[in-house]
């Protein structure tokens, strides 16, 4: 930990923070820069006094030295964490691109969504049986029934699949159906979700809250990690803004910063932040252009139709387009994409 000073800070208010930080049994080191003092503390468990040092005279800032998100910070684990959901590695070469409907609707639906989308060469299967909805009285998912069709769809197709769970007691549930959890943007800081998705064994998808800073998500995860599962890929889906002529803003430079900070994948979901199909294309090469290592996009075979997010949901065949589209960015970009 760092406490920095006020430039004019007196003698006495510097003696002051030093005195008090030795007789808590911690070490010193002072140092000045052009306009601060600088007074670093040395020795574990010093994050403890930072609120009673901030209050003190002459104290303009402390700042802690490490990210108090260790287990998914880079400074301990500079190398890449490659997250494996059955035997697609997330985080490799590799971009890995994540695609099916917004929603399980039905064993039609969810097959044709499935085939078309391994065809494009997706390589993993999204769909939602448990589905967090904004009113009550929109379509909640199919639930088990759900879980049951994307068992059926992972068989005939081999594609592994993701689904989101919405609450803590699920968890056991779909951990037996599911080959990776996600966590939905309104449940980025369910705690208690997230630490049960800490206890179970499938690697866990970690949407950003669409009001959550990168340090939140990355808090997020940790507690995902510190639960005991390491294997935690986040994911940018758009943010709140004061632009209102997408669903969100789709943060870009959060790809860049996760990477800079964290060892774990990132993808990017161009769907949720655009809202509008006609802009998922844009989004979905400029996340791959800025480093994500994958995408989650919505397909449905008859947007209109969908129970959810059919807006912003590509048909079919624009979705085997858009795939085509991606690869020389992918290879622009050092990845490869498909085969
Ligand atoms: C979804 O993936 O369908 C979804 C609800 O996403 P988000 O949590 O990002 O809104
Ligand atoms: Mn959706």
Sequence with gaps: MIAVLEGNCPLKEKADVVQMLESEG??????????ESLIGVIGEGAARLADRLSAMPGVK?????????????????????????RRVAIGGPEITVIAG?????????????????KKAGAKLLRGGAFKPRTSPYSFQGLGKEGLEILAHAREETGLGVVTEVVAPEDVALISEYADMLQIGARNMQNFRLLSAAGEQPRPVLLKRGMMATLEELLMAAEYVAAAGNPNVVLCERGI???????????????????KERSHLPVIVDPSHAAGKRELVPSLARAGIAAGADGLIIEIHPSPPDAMSDGRQSLELEAFGKLMQELKPISKAVGRRLGT
């Design 61 to 85: 800032d402390v700042r802690p030295v490490a990210p108090p998100y260790p287990l998914t910070s880079r400074d301990h684990r500079p190398e890449r964490t490659r997250v494996k959901v």
């Design 240 to 258: 709140r803004t004061f632009e209102t002529s997408m669903r969100g803003t789709l943060d870009i430079g959060a790809v860049a910063v996760l």
């Design 101 to 117: 409907p917004c929603s399980v609707e039905s064993e039609e639906q969810l097959l044709t969504s499935a085939r078309a989308a």
């Design 26 to 35: 911690f070490r010193v080191q002072v140092s000045q820069t052009g306009t």
